[in-house]
């Protein structure tokens, strides 16, 4: 798993720089978990209300090229 906090109260997810780094390593089917800044610091109703996102790194950056569209190295 990838947990990714924010510096904002929401979740939000990575640029995309990041997410192309992230898909350059990390497998398609990898859980990333995007959290909010102030998770840790609410309610159990409150983070309900804004929880944390969990995606894979696939649903972060559909159609993306990475290294299995590259040719085998000799």
Do not use: Y
């Not at 995309?16 to 780094?21: D, K, V």
């Not at 090229?65 to 000799?74: A, I, T």
């Amino acid at each position: 798993k990838l947990f990714c906090p924010s510096d904002v109260p929401s979740a939000i997810s990575p640029c995309g720089i990041c997410r192309q780094f992230i898909n350059e390593f990390c497998k398609s089917d990898m859980p990333v978990l995007l959290v909010p800044s102030d998770f840790l610091t609410k309610s159990a109703e409150e983070a309900k209300a804004n929880p944390i996102k969990v995606m894979t790194v696939g649903q972060l950056l559909p159609e993306a090229f990475g290294p299995k569209h590259l040719p085998p190295k000799s």
